[in-house]
């Protein structure tokens, strides 16, 4: 059964200020998603890393995938409370090629002060 | 966005009624997903459909069925609806290019 286990699970953090939120997963794969959701809302795609090594960046946030280590990471830049949201890691199984069944982390909720 | 709606967007029901949920899509996806979101849970995967008529249970599909008869439209029916089915439900369509999931904006769902 794959696992999927992000850190923190809350996050309260510093305008200004870098963090990193952990995602590890318990079988091989080579497709990782992060999404992120607002309170009430659905979930916005950020980014999808479909190899090892893939790192991808959209304005302060960054993320990246090491599949050895079955880790990814999803990097904060000087944080603004326009971030403050809770952040999903999902872990891809693949079946035939393309049908990519997702299991989802808990996610992690992030608070951003002023 | 890829064109997603689903209706209703809320809805209320008694234990043991059948219920439909409906996911409409624009994009002609092949690809389409229902996932349950609840507290502590985060998403978990309901039902899959890989094509019309080609549809597959995910981790949780007891006590839920779905069918697909045309590439938009790929419904949820809960068969008796108990208050464990109680949820938020999220469709989603998949990008055949980028494997990027596409999510509409839910239905919540409360069995009384």
């Known amino acids: 059964e794959l696992k999927v286990e992000q850190n923190p699970l809350f996050l309260s953090m510093q305008e200004g200020k870098n963090y990193t939120i952990y995602c590890n997963y318990s079988?091989?794969?080579?497709?990782l998603y992060w999404y992120r959701q607002d309170p009430g809302k659905s979930l916005e795609s950020l980014f999808v890393l479909l190899s090892n090594g893939a790192v991808k960046q959209e304005g302060r946030l960054m993320a990246s995938l090491d599949t050895k280590a079955r880790l990814s990471t999803l990097h904060i830049t000087a944080a603004v409370h326009d971030l403050s949201a809770t952040y999903f890691c999902?872990?891809?199984?693949?079946?035939?090629?393309?049908?990519?069944?997702?299991?989802f982390g808990t996610g992690t909720l992030l608070a951003v002060q002023p | 966005d890829a064109g997603i709606t689903q209706s209703p967007r809320h809805k209320v029901t008694e234990t043991g009624t059948p219920v439909t949920l409906r996911c409409h899509q624009t994009?002609?996806?092949?690809?389409m997903y229902w996932y349950r979101q609840d507290p502590g849970h985060g998403l978990r995967l309901i039902h899959y459909?890989?094509?019309?008529?080609?549809?597959d249970k995910g981790e949780v599909s007891d006590g839920y069925s779905v069918s697909r008869s045309k590439t938009e439209d790929f419904l949820l029916t809960l068969e008796s609806a108990t208050s464990s089915q109680t949820s938020v439900y999220f469709c989603?369509?998949?990008?055949?290019?980028?494997?990027?999931?596409?999510f509409g904006p839910g239905t919540r769902l409360t069995v009384t």
């Open positions: 989603a369509t998949q990008s055949p290019s980028s494997y990027e999931q596409y």
């Open positions: 994009e002609n996806h092949r690809y």
């Open positions: 999902a872990v891809a199984l693949v079946y035939g090629g393309a049908t990519n069944k997702l299991i």
């Open positions: 459909s890989y094509g019309v008529k080609d549809t």
């Open positions: 079988t091989t794969s080579d497709r």
